[in-house]
C-alpha cells in the first residue's frame, strides 16, 4: 500500500447512467495494478456483477456492504428506515475507521449521495470524510445531486448527463449491464 503519492477526492454524479459503473471501472485497473480499493455499498441489497467481480478480484478489491436487502427507500415503513439508517451509520462508522487506520489506497462510497439525499447521513459527515482522509490516499464518492459544497472539496467531478436513455422506451434495467 502507499504508492499513491497524492490521493484525490473524485465525485461522479448526475443523472445518467455510469456512475458506479466508472467507479468500478476505476477500482478494476487500480486491483490490477496492485492498490487496496474497498467500496462501501449504500442503499443496494440485491445480488450485482461488481460484488462477484469483488469476489475474483479479492484481496485487492473489497466490497462491503452493512444494509440487509429491502425495497426501495419510497416504499420502506418508518420502523424499515429507522433500521436502515443505522445501518448507513454503521457502514459510515467503518468507512471513518478505514480512513483512520488507513486500511486501503483506494475508498469508494458508492451511491453515498444518495444517503444525503434521504437524510440518512449529512452533508457534514461526508465532509468528515474527505478532511480526515489521509493525503495519500483516493476517495471517490458517487451518487446523484452531489451539492456545491462537495463539488468545491472535491478534486475531480464527472457528471454522468442523460440524453438518450432506453428507459424511456420501457426497456427495465438488464443484469450485467445496469446492475
Not at 442503499?43 to 461488481?50: D, Q, V
Not at 472535491?154 to 420501457?170: P, R, S
Given at each position: 500500500?502507499g504508492?499513491?503519492?497524492?490521493g484525490y ?6 443523472n445518467?447512467?455510469?456512475k458506479?459503473?466508472a467507479?468500478?471501472?476505476?477500482a478494476?485497473?487500480a ?5 487496496k480499493?474497498?467500496m462501501l ?9 461488481e460484488l462477484e467481480?469483488g ?12 444494509e440487509?436487502?429491502?425495497?426501495f ?6 420502523e ?6 443505522k ?8 468507512a471513518l ?27 457534514k459527515?461526508v ?5 480526515e ?8 464518492l458517487t451518487?446523484?445531486?452531489a ?7 472535491a ?8 440524453i438518450?436513455h432506453?428507459?424511456n ?11
Amino acid at each position: 500500500m502507499g504508492k499513491l503519492k497524492k490521493g484525490y477526492v473524485q465525485i461522479y454524479t448526475g443523472n445518467g447512467k455510469g456512475k458506479t459503473t466508472a467507479a468500478v471501472g476505476l477500482a478494476v485497473r487500480a486491483a490490477g495494478d496492485g492498490y487496496k480499493v474497498y467500496m462501501l455499498q449504500f442503499l443496494k441489497g440485491g445480488n450485482t456483477g461488481e460484488l462477484e467481480i469483488g469476489k475474483l478480484l479479492s484481496p485487492n478489491f473489497q466490497i462491503f456492504r452493512f444494509e440487509k436487502p429491502r425495497g426501495f427507500v419510497w416504499t420502506l415503513n418508518e420502523e424499515e428506515k429507522k433500521e436502515l439508517k443505522k445501518e448507513i451509520q454503521e457502514a459510515y462508522n467503518f468507512a471513518l475507521k478505514v480512513i483512520k487506520n488507513r486500511e486501503c489506497d483506494i475508498l469508494i462510497m458508492d451511491e453515498v449521495m444518495a444517503t444525503l439525499y434521504n437524510n440518512f447521513l449529512t452533508e457534514k459527515d461526508v465532509i468528515k470524510l474527505i478532511e480526515e482522509k489521509a493525503e495519500d490516499m483516493e476517495l471517490i464518492l458517487t451518487g446523484r445531486n452531489a451539492s456545491e459544497s462537495l463539488i468545491e472539496r472535491a478534486d475531480l467531478v464527472t457528471e454522468m448527463k442523460d440524453i438518450k436513455h432506453y428507459f424511456n422506451q420501457g426497456v427495465m434495467a438488464r443484469e450485467g449491464i445496469e446492475y
